[in-house]
C-alpha cells in the first residue's frame, strides 16, 4: 500500500553533513585526523560557561518553557528587539519550517534567489508549494529586477541567506528594502551575521513583512544543540507560537543559549578569531594556481575551480583526509566550500589543494 504523498516521495534530501567516523572510515584514516570543513561549524565548541551550566543543571525531568519566556526575554536584550517578535526554534530550519507551512498552500511559491541555502526550496516543496529559482549575478548578487518580475498572484515569500550560504556575499539593505515594498514576506537569513557585523534587523518594526533569521550554532559553537530564532512582526510572532509544537526547545538548548549570552565575550574574541584566520585563508587559496576563491563575510569560503574539474579536486582532498563542501548544481559544480577551521587545518587544506591542482594538472 503507498501511504506517501507522490510530492514527498520525489523530493531529494538535504545533503547533511557526515559524522567524523563516517569520514574517517571513507578516507582510511583515524578520526582525530580527520580535517572535517564542510559544515561551516565552529572549530572553537561552544563558551566555557555552557559546559558548567548543563552539567550543574538537576531539572532535565521537566519540561521546557512552552512560551519561552525566559529566552525571549534574554534574546530580547541581545538582539534588541522587542520579546514579542521572537520566536525561538529547534535551530532556525525549525523556523524556516514554520514559516513556509504558515504561508503556503499547495501549489503557492518561494522566489529562491540561487546559488543559495537548500533548505528554503526543500521545506517549501514539503508543503507542496512551487520552488521558482532566480539566479543571481556573475557576482552572486540577487538580480532585483528579475526576482521582482518573478513574482505573481501565488508568490507568497523571498528567501535568502545574507551573507549568503554558499557565496560569502551580503544583500545590501537597498535590495532588502525594494523586494520588501513588493508586500510579499521577505526572510532574511543572517545565520553569519557574526562574522561581519551587517543586519537589517532595524527594518522589522518598518516592514510587517519581513523576517530576520538568526542562530547559535556557528559564532556560539552550539551547531549540535539546535537553538535558532526568527524574528518578525508581533502578529505573525503570536500565530507561529500557536502552531509550534509546545516544547519545540530543549532544556538543554534553553540553558546553552543563555550561558552562551552571559559568556558573550569569550565567544566574541573566538569569533575574530575566526575572521582573521578567514583573510590568511583566502590568501594562501588565492596563491594556488587554477583557484579562485570568492570574498567572503562568513566563516567559509567559496572556490571556483578550472571547468570540469570541480569533483575530482573534490575527491582528492577526501582522499587526504579533508573534507568539504562540493555541489552537484550546473552553477556550482566546478566549485567547493570550505569552512574556516583552526591555523592547522587552514594549513592542510591549503596543502591537500596544491597537490591535488598540482596532481591533476
Known amino acids: 500500500m503507498d501511504l506517501v504523498q507522490d510530492h514527498i516521495r520525489a523530493m531529494k534530501p538535504y545533503e547533511a553533513v557526515e559524522s567524523s567516523e563516517v569520514l ?4 582510511g584514516i583515524p578520526p ?5 570543513l564542510n559544515g561551516n561549524e565552529n572549530p572553537y565548541s561552544s563558551a566555557p560557561k555552557v559546559t558548567e551550566t548543563l552539567g550543574s543543571y538537576d531539572q532535565y525531568n521537566r519540561y ?17 528587539v522587542e520579546p514579542e517578535r521572537i520566536v525561538a526554534g529547534n535551530g532556525s530550519d525549525e523556523i524556516i519550517d514554520l514559516t513556509l507551512r504558515m504561508v503556503l ?8 534567489p540561487t546559488p543559495t541555502f537548500g533548505m528554503y526550496a526543500i ?42 550560504n554558499p557565496t560569502g556575499n551580503i544583500a545590501q539593505e537597498w535590495q532588502v528594502r525594494s523586494l520588501l515594498e513588493t508586500g510579499v514576506l521577505v526572510v532574511v537569513d543572517e545565520t553569519y551575521y557574526e562574522f561581519c557585523g551587517q543586519t537589517v534587523m532595524p527594518l522589522v518594526r518598518e516592514y510587517p513583512n519581513l523576517m530576520v533569521l538568526r542562530t547559535f550554532s556557528k559564532w556560539a559553537g552550539l551547531a549540535g544543540l539546535r537553538i535558532g530564532l526568527g524574528v518578525m512582526d508581533p502578529e505573525m510572532a503570536q500565530v507561529m507560537m500557536a502552531v509550534k509544537p509546545p516544547y519545540n526547545v530543549n532544556v538543554g538548548a ?34 594556488i594556481p587554477g583557484v579562485k576563491p ?28 579533508v573534507f568539504v563542501r562540493h555541489f552537484s548544481t550546473p552553477r556550482l559544480v566546478d566549485h567547493i566550500r ?13 596543502d591537500a589543494l596544491s597537490d591535488t591542482m598540482k596532481e591533476l594538472a
Open 24 to 27: 574517517a572510515e571513507r578516507a
Open 32 to 36: 582525530d585526523k580527520v580535517v572535517r
Open 64 to 80: 521546557p518553557d512552552p512560551d519561552q519566556h525566559q529566552i525571549r526575554a534574554v534574546l530580547s536584550d541581545y538582539l534588541d
Open 105 to 112: 498552500a499547495p501549489g503557492d511559491r518561494i522566489l529562491d
Open 123 to 164: 521545506c517549501a516543496n514539503i508543503c507542496g508549494g512551487k520552488v521558482v529559482s532566480v539566479p543571481r549575478d556573475d557576482s552572486f548578487e540577487i538580480d532585483v529586477e528579475a526576482t521582482k518580475l518573478a513574482l505573481d498572484s501565488r508568490t507568497r515569500a523571498v528567501l535568502f541567506a545574507s551573507p549568503n
Open 254 to 287: 534553553e540553558i546553552a543559549l543563555m550561558a552562551s549570552l552571559a559568556d558573550k565575550a569569550v565567544l566574541i574574541k573566538r569569533v575574530q578569531s575566526i575572521v582573521a584566520e578567514r583573510e590568511r585563508m583566502f590568501s594562501l587559496i588565492e596563491g
Open 294 to 321: 570568492w570574498p567572503s563575510q562568513a566563516n567559509f569560503i567559496l572556490c571556483q575551480l578550472p571547468e570540469g574539474k570541480g569533483r575530482a579536486v573534490f575527491e582528492g582532498l577526501c582522499r587526504r583526509g
Open 338 to 350: 570550505a569552512s574556516v577551521g583552526l591555523p592547522h587545518e587552514t594549513d592542510a587544506l591549503v
